[in-house]
T-cell receptor
């Protein structure tokens, strides 16, 4: 899983460019993953999910890619906009009712 | 759209006070959760509930209790607030694997 530290990994992109945010997971049996977006001072917002029987899923301007071989998933945001500035984190159900949340990546969009 | 609401966005309380945080969801979800979120520590599960009057401890239940008398409402109670409970508190609900979060309550305990 993602490491936890005082400072989140950050990604800075130019407005209009594509963003790629990465997440590693440790449980090879995981079969469902979710990406959340959390803007400053707000609760996490569901963006997109993917099941392990898929390797790609597309939403509106977002694509999630899943590579089960290396236990890695990524969130791609096309034509990044200032409103995309937020912390993004992946999550996976951990059994029972629990969910493991990654520490997150902070995305900065430069105008 | 799923709507999860929390009773307060910001709350300031004094040490030793009893604090109630309320959460309401309007999607008839069976499961509800309380997390706290602190810099560098991510989201940590305090308690969850999978049915009315049912509750389970999460990873950090000490100093907290919960109440679920109705399906749509899940309350978090700090029996005697302490300064180390200053945090962002997030409520979530789910019927499946994906959880849907409320806007959060930023609690400061002085």
């Amino acid at each position: 899983g993602e490491s936890v530290g005082l400072h989140l990994p950050t990604l800075s992109v130019q407005e209009g460019d594509n963003s790629i945010i990465n997440c590693a997971y440790s449980n090879s049996a995981s079969d469902y993953f979710i990406w959340y977006k959390q803007e400053s001072g707000k609760g996490p917002q569901f963006i997109i999910d993917i099941r392990s029987n898929m390797d790609k899923r597309q939403g509106q301007r977002v694509t999630v890619l899943l590579n089960k071989t290396v236990k890695h998933l990524s969130l791609q945001i096309a034509a990044t906009q200032p409103g995309d500035s937020a912390v993004y984190f992946c999550a996976e159900p951990a059994g029972g009712f629990k969910t493991i949340f990654g520490a997150g990546t902070r995305l900065f969009v430069k105008a | 759209d799923v709507k999860v609401t929390q009773s307060s966005r910001y709350l300031v309380k004094r040490t030793g006070e009893k604090v109630f945080l309320e959460c309401v969801q309007d999607m008839d979800h069976e499961n509800m959760f309380w997390y706290r979120q602190d810099p560098g520590l991510g989201l940590r599960l305090i308690y969850f509930s999978y049915d009315v009057k049912m509750k389970e401890k999460g990873d950090i239940p000490e100093g907290y209790s919960v109440s679920r008398e109705k399906k749509e409402r899940f309350s978090l109670i700090l029996e005697s607030a302490s300064t180390n409970q200053t945090s962002m508190y997030l409520c979530a609900s789910s019927s499946g694997l994906a959880q849907f979060f409320g806007p959060g309550t930023r609690l400061t305990v002085l």
